[in-house]
């Protein structure tokens, strides 16, 4: 397993990567397209599992250590428990 590093938070690079499956299932590509998307797609899964959200689209209190909120660290053990036992 390779491990990226890069200063964007998991919401901003989440946002950049619906950008790019967007484009690119709206243009006819070259023939690797379908790999291409399932690529972005996997990145986009682990975007959702550093900042997970809810049914409604929102962050909310789904806390982890890697979601990038500004948050104490009690609040974020609160949030991760939660998330566990849910």
Known sequence: ?????TPDNPKALRETLLVAVHTMQNFS?????????????RLIAECDR????????????RHT??????VSESDRAVSILRTKLS
Request: glycine share 14%; aromatic share 2%; charged share 35%.
């Open 50 to 61: 550093k900042r997970p959200l809810g049914p409604d689209g929102r962050h909310g209190n």
């Open 65 to 70: 250590n890697e979601c990038g909120c500004d």
């Open 1 to 5: 397993m390779a491990t990226y590093e």
């Open 29 to 41: 590509m070259a023939n690797r397209k379908g790999e291409h998307i399932d690529r972005l797609r």
